[in-house]
């Protein structure tokens, strides 16, 4: 039975009652292409893990499964070479550790939609606090020059009062 979600086409497993993913929907996923998933996997595999197959021998992966090729992939961003990530991931499924979700999902879209709000609520407040301080600043910019120039005009005046006259320059 297939249905058709936002990102994956899932298989459900009727005997099982667990959801597989394909290689092709696995790699829209991880964003990479289904070769490499294929290639991650036959090395995962070497190296001990196992992964669902049906009669065909096609692999259907489990959450689990995508979980830990996330998990690859993010190691190999990191730095880590490919092979050092598969032994890694291998060793954590050999000893039945399992990658934990992160404890935000934003995969729901109505989680998503509200977090976008949220985000551009508070975007817009910090917009608003962000105008009345350039406001602010630009009115005490101007008061501050039209007090310089007050000053310059009383310094010009108390200048010009106490100025001597050229006749009474000799008194």
Not at 16 to 32: C, G, H, M, N
Request: aromatic content about 10%; glycine content about 2%.
């Amino acid at each position: 039975m297939r249905i058709i979600a936002n990102i994956f086409i899932e298989v459900i497993d009727l005997n099982s009652d667990t959801k597989t993913y394909s290689s092709k929907d696995v790699a829209k996923r991880l964003l990479i292409e289904p070769v490499t998933v294929r290639k991650y996997s036959q090395m995962l595999e070497v190296e001990g893990y196992s992964f669902n197959k049906d009669e065909k021998g096609w692999r259907h992966y489990r959450k689990d499964d995508v979980r830990f090729l996330e998990y690859l992939c993010n190691m190999k961003t990191m730095g880590k070479s490919l092979d050092e990530s598969v032994k890694h991931v291998a060793t954590l499924y050999r000893s039945s550790l399992s990658i934990s979700q992160p404890d935000i999902s934003l995969q729901g879209e109505n989680i998503l939609l509200e977090f976008i709000k949220a985000q551009h609520e508070f975007n817009q407040q910090i917009l608003e606090r962000l105008e009345a301080q350039e406001k602010r600043q630009a009115q005490r910019d101007e008061n501050l020059m039209i007090a310089l120039r007050e000053s310059q005009e009383v310094k010009k005046q108390i200048a010009a009062t106490q100025q001597k006259k050229w006749w009474k320059f000799w008194e």
